[in-house]
């Protein structure tokens, strides 16, 4: 149809404006067609209706007995619906477990509730404080895979968050796996370690000038003496 | 060549004062390990897979009676969960809208007002068969965040049907209320 008709105004000599028009029609049909198929790119396979976070764990933090260790854990809303929720600690008690595997008491989550709305994001601070006595290894979980897709089973102290559309009684939420490295007591020497590490080229310089300065005063000593 | 050496260390002085102010204290940094893939929640889902669901409502029954017809806010009470061959309806659904499989936990806690005695659920596949009420045979664990063991892929048709039933105690004239809770592990 639109070929045909084309056809016949390609034919009309007489009327340039009306063969423009057609063809600036044309062009914003084709422009058109185009920007459809790329927006249906951008059409998601299905609309999401919960709240996400950026973390699926929390595991092999690594600090000193006495310390606090700090994370940060964003949600993001995704629901058309305010959610209203909050964050809570959970131990998973499995027969034989020791007492590295509780380590709930350790945990707190600022702030603890909370509520969202689409496209909103909300950053939360886990902070782990290791108690002053704790022996060095690794507490709240089995093994330092824990951390990875698939293994419950090595998992015991966990952080969860939890939420519903505002006024509901319907909640759902994820079990966010939380584990600590408690690293034996810093070497004193440990900072001017660290000092030299970062800073290779000053220590080097100044190793040299403590020589050179060394050399001089001694040859101003043989020269008294001299 | 003592002025050579006293040259020598004035460069160098003058180098490492220029170096200096680039100089970190560094302390004990602590390395942390996380994932940072972003994750969402399994939603809670209306008949049709489509539609979040804010309420579940059991409706009311005969002291000591098994309440297995509960409904979803969006689906309303015309459309409660059902049973039988081609026909089984679950109370909700569950979509999980990640990039990953979770194992599926639940948290329901208890009924106020001591309404109800004891609670049981079973998860489907999607669009599977709930013969009657009996074959809701999961017990509930009240109060507690519990693994079903079983998982929930991600993505479109990968979805599960929920059914509930509740057993009420023995006392008239009461109303109760609880909170259902789906979690996911990854």
């Not at chain 1, 062009?27 to 790119?41: D, T």
């Not at chain 2, 002291?63 to 297995?68: D, E, L, Y």
């Not at chain 2, 979509?95 to 106020?112: A, D, E, L, R, V």
Request: charged residues 20%; proline residues 4%; glycine residues 10%.
């Amino acid at each position: 149809m639109l070929k045909r008709h084309c056809i016949k105004i390609r034919g009309c000599h007489c009327e340039p404006k009306a063969w423009q028009s057609h063809i600036r029609n044309r062009r914003h049909i084709k422009l058109l067609v185009v920007a459809l198929l790329l927006g249906l790119l951008f059409i998601p396979a299905s609309a999401v209706w919960a709240t996400s976070v950026d973390r699926l764990s929390l595991c092999n933090l690594e600090g000193y007995p006495g310390e606090a260790v700090e994370a940060k854990i964003t949600l993001e809303g995704t629901d058309p619906q305010e959610r209203s929720g909050y964050w809570y600690t959970h131990y998973k008690e499995v027969e034989g477990d020791d007492d590295r595997m509780d380590i709930t008491s350790w945990i707190a989550i600022e702030p603890e509730h909370y509520t969202i709305r689409e496209g909103e994001t909300k950053v939360f601070t886990v902070k782990v404080t290791i108690p002053g006595d704790a022996e060095p290894g690794l507490w709240g979980a089995t093994s330092e895979e824990a951390g990875e897709a698939g293994h419950s089973d090595e998992r015991r102290t966990y952080i969860i968050f939890k939420d519903a559309i505002t006024g509901g009684n319907v909640y759902s939420g994820l079990l966010i796996p939380v584990s600590v490295k408690v690293l034996g007591n810093p070497s004193p020497l440990a900072p001017v370690v660290n000092f030299v590490k970062a800073n290779m080229i000053v220590t080097a310089l100044a190793i040299i000038i403590v020589i050179l300065v060394a050399v001089l005063v001694r040859r101003a000593k043989l020269r008294k003496i001299g | 060549m003592g002025k050579r050496i006293l040259a020598l260390a004035g460069v160098l002085v003058l180098v490492a004062v220029l170096v200096v102010p680039m100089a970190v204290l560094a302390g004990n940094v602590a390395t942390q390990s996380a994932s940072t893939s972003s994750a969402a929640t399994i939603e809670i889902r209306a008949q049709n897979y489509t539609a979040a669901v804010a309420t579940i409502t059991f409706p009311e029954g005969v002291p000591g009676a098994t309440v297995s017809t509960p409904y979803n806010d969006v689906d309303g009470s015309g459309s409660p969960q059902a049973f039988g061959g081609g026909s089984s309806t679950p109370v909700v659904t569950l979509y999980n809208g990640g990039s990953i499989t979770y194992t599926i936990w639940y948290n329901i806690t208890t009924f106020t007002n001591d309404v109800v005695s004891s609670e049981h659920y079973l998860i489907n596949t999607k669009g599977g068969d709930c013969a009657n009420a009996d074959a809701i045979n999961q017990s509930v664990a009240f109060d507690a965040d519990t693994t079903t063991g079983t998982t929930i892929a991600a993505g479109g048709g990968n979805e599960k049907d929920l059914y509930l039933k509740i057993v009420l105690n023995a006392e008239a004239g009461k109303t109760g209320t609880s909170t259902l809770t789906i979690l996911g592990e990854s």
